[in-house]
């Protein structure tokens, strides 16, 4: 049996391990930026929301605002549960179709 070099043997460990160091910081990094840019878009909203009221308040109506392109903006929020099957069966059952044939 061939004798191995354990200092060899951990410096090639240490690159793999690099590597894959590497790229779960680059994910993170990634993933930093996203909360990073989504904080500065809710930020930038809210800003928008009390220019467009103030708007408002110093007598601009909400047609004259619209006619200059100046729409409120509208927020959506996004939804984060999903259809229970209980909701699923009160939605079949409201358009006349039985849970069983709609899931078939």
Do not use: C, H
Not at 25 to 46: G, H, M, P
């Amino acid at each position: 049996m061939a004798t191995l070099d354990i200092e060899q043997t951990r410096n090639q460990a240490r690159a793999l391990l690099d590597s894959r160091i590497e790229s779960v910081t680059a994910l993170v990094k990634s993933r930093q930026r996203i909360t990073e840019l989504r904080d500065q878009l809710v930020a930038a909203e809210r800003d928008d929301k009390r220019a467009y009221v103030q708007a408002t308040r110093d007598g601009w109506s909400a047609e004259e605002l619209k006619k200059l392109g100046l729409e409120p903006s509208a927020v959506k929020r996004r939804r984060t549960a999903k259809r229970s099957a209980g909701s699923e069966q009160d939605a079949a059952q409201e358009s006349g179709t039985s849970f069983s044939e709609e899931r078939a």
